[in-house]
């Protein structure tokens, strides 16, 4: 597909400087775009790939004269990299309709233009939007929901009950609705709290490969409108995660965490059970969140502190040695002090 | 499903004050429990929600004058909570026998009123006990033996010759004797050892979603009776873990550690390969076991020191800063001190 | 099967002290291993146990008095025993040709003598090597590359377009070319950016169970020859991973980060986004890497710092409290002897 520098400008917004009717076949980075492709300098630190680079447009936040040929001028050139990489993304490959090696049992409603794979498997009373792609090997569990326009990827389990928004995507290897991790004691005994909660999954939330949200005890586990997670994150029980947050990678929720809205979370995070996250909270990566935190803090360490506290303090961790042997000697000069003062 | 009082208090023990002939249909929890549902009082912080609640009967450990309907009195609340969800929580799905559109291999011995449902293959010389549910894309290879009324979740995979007792739930995605990690060096190339042991999980274990346990180089890894583990947990070759342990969320253990019955493990953390984790050993979470733990021992940290140190430790770390200003401090003023007393 | 200990030592190289010709049926654990087995000496604190093994001939480092029956010596036992088991391992199951219950997609090119189980999807214009074994619930996207002699186990998932190379074996549940956790902000909202690269993974590499590896923003996340990955790892988009190098389980490693060759990151190792890790550097478990380590260093902690000093740091952390008290105390004495001097 080719398109002209102009219908990406009116496509995306933006002014361009130079040959606005050129051909454009792609969108790549500034060291390896080719000659057809264009690119653009979002990070400010790679302005030098600018003058070796050959692709045939860049797009920048300001004019430069470090580069000859058209110029798209925009306020965020990542954000508008995001957006022609997507015209320029391949489409998600399609099944075309419902595979004869699927399974669709009883009393399901599947809706028009989806694309069910081979051994995908529906069960009993679920709603498959318009549109919906499940990928081989996914599992919808009896009674479940699933949005117009969502990617369910390869061997995602979703469980009975769930509900699951329309453009949706969920990575392969994830499961949905898995039962949450509750026991009461008995002595020595484990006994199985049912959970008989669902998962409710709202509109454009994206889930990455092989997380786990587990189904609530009573009631819902909830992840609300716009939120992003990575890879191998774990949602425990009733938990609640707020609009538009981001959890990256490796993270774990325990249950029945309220996270707020806008929030971000490193990678590697833990964030104890049955606190509160308030809305634009930042954690840094591999933190061990014990306790609430109010609204708009940046917070890192284990337990957390404030970041700014962190960044200070963990210098100082490594100079405990050194620390220990500076008390020491404090130690042994203060005592000869005092004794030389005994004396006298 | 609706049960007399009476009849629930006959299940689970417990003493009734109030009419015990209503009949109840559910349990929820205060806030949201509706007519016609019981509730429960498991944590004394929650007492002002039984003021407030619909229920129409609730779980407590002592008669409350705060709530007026039937109320049944018990030891422990939690432990009835979970004992009366089991009576309403809904069956799991079964598939009705075995799906034409499932592969079973030659010499598998497969028990009676099993569900095994599409997509499921099961290999040579396996034994599939009665009752036991096999989910959609459930992998059981050659010589596996799975006991009765096990349950194996959607896209589980279970490597061959390994051994699930009785009554075991395996959620989700979770991949049972995968090959341990295990290489010889030489020079700079990793020669795979051949890891041909097993994994045997006993009876009434439950093993999280997308958990990982690896198959012993030798041997066996042992998954004691009554353990449970949460989502994304890995477990090394040769491990043995405990009767009625529990493991939390993505922890992991390396191999051939031994970790004794009814500890705690707690949410992220490590546990290094060949050491002894004694018996009810608790581990708070995100922490880094790095040695043996004495049975009993309650520890915390990276790496563990006894979890009281730690609470005392814990606040001294984000002090670092301000000691070191401390130090210099003193330094500046013991040194003026002894130049006062030279002059002298 | 059975061989003579002459045809071991012709296979892996050693000196045989003893009867050459007896017949060896497998190798086990010294304590374990029974008439008619070999068993070896790879850490000699395990040295009483060859006194008492019922193994027909060990492999030792130098020759020994404990133990009377043949021995064969060998300047590296551990690399012995991985070559030994090598020998006795059982074969991988293969599935006879390409089972009808597979569904291969048009366009494919599949090789000779491959295995390809029920329930495998390979999509449009993939090629499949020789002798690949393709396990029951894979899933193999369009354009995907397999070399010949590659084992992919139950329920991985290989997204389109990856290259997998020869004689590489991925784990079960394992997810290759998810898409990157890519998003450019507009307001509040996380606005995808398409994730148009691919995976590829050389030769020799083994990938662990549940590993997700994401595919490149653009151009490729690159796993080289000889890597070795353990359980759930998760290497983001545009990640290098140098040959050799070995990635213990849990591992995070961020996006566009370059690891060096023959690396060790030890288990739960968080590495951040964009830096740069030399050849031959060791990273201890749990550790958390916020900047670049140059080759051949040794790190540990959260942040990172040289190993000798962790070992001599961390002991310290423990001690805080006590630090703190005696910090306490030196400065009242100090103040004391100040108010002394002053009146003086």
């Not at 040959?19 to 980075?29: C, P, T, V, Y």
């Not at 692709?55 to 470090?66: D, G, H, R």
């Not at 369910?152 to 392969?172: L, S």
């Not at 309220?258 to 990566?285: C, S």
Request: glycine share 12%; hydrophobic share 40%; aromatic share 4%.
């Amino acid at each position: 597909m080719e398109v002209t520098l102009r219908h990406i400008a009116e496509l995306i917004g933006g002014t361009i400087v130079g040959n606005d009717q050129i051909l454009i076949k792609g969108i790549n980075s500034l060291h390896v775009a080719e000659e057809g492709e264009i690119s653009f300098l979002a990070d400010p630190r790679l302005k030098d790939q600018i003058k070796a680079t050959k692709a045939s447009a860049v797009i920048v936040k300001e004019l430069t004269s470090l580069y000859q040929r058209p110029q798209l001028i925009v306020p965020d050139p990542h954000l508008a990299y995001a957006r022609v990489a997507t015209i320029f993304a391949p489409p998600v490959p399609r099944f075309p309709g419902i595979s004869e090696k699927a399974v669709i049992e009883e009393g399901t409603h599947i809706g028009e233009e989806v694309s069910i794979y081979p051994f995908v498997y529906v069960g009993r009373e679920s709603v498959i939007g318009n549109k919906v792609i499940l990928f081989p090997g996914v599992y919808v569990g009896d009674k479940v929901t699933v949005g117009d326009e969502s990617v369910i990827c390869p061997n995602v389990t979703i469980m009975p009950e769930c509900i699951i928004g329309k453009k949706v995507i969920i990575h392969a290897g994830t499961v949905i609705g898995s039962d949450g991790f509750g026991y009461a004691r008995d002595g020595d005994i484990s006994v199985k709290i049912p959970q008989t909660g669902i998962v409710q999954i709202e509109d454009e939330v994206e889930i990455g490969a092989n997380n786990t949200i587990d189904r609530a005890a009573l009631g819902k586990t909830l992840i609300q409108k716009g939120v992003k997670t990575d890879n191998l994150v774990q949602i425990g029980h009733n938990v609640v995660v707020g609009e538009n947050t981001i959890i990256v990678a490796q993270v774990g929720i325990a249950g029945s965490t309220n996270i707020g809205k806008g929030v971000v979370i490193g990678p590697q995070v833990g964030v104890t059970d049955h606190i509160e996250i308030g809305d634009r909270v930042m954690v840094a990566g591999k933190s061990g969140v014990a306790k609430s935190i109010p609204s708009g803090e940046v917070v890192s360490g284990i337990p957390t502190m404030p970041h700014r506290l962190w960044l200070k303090t963990r210098g100082h961790i490594r100079r405990l040695p050194e620390y220990s042997e500076r008390l020491k000697g404090l130690e042994s000069r203060v005592k000869e002090l005092e004794e030389v003062l005994k004396k006298e």
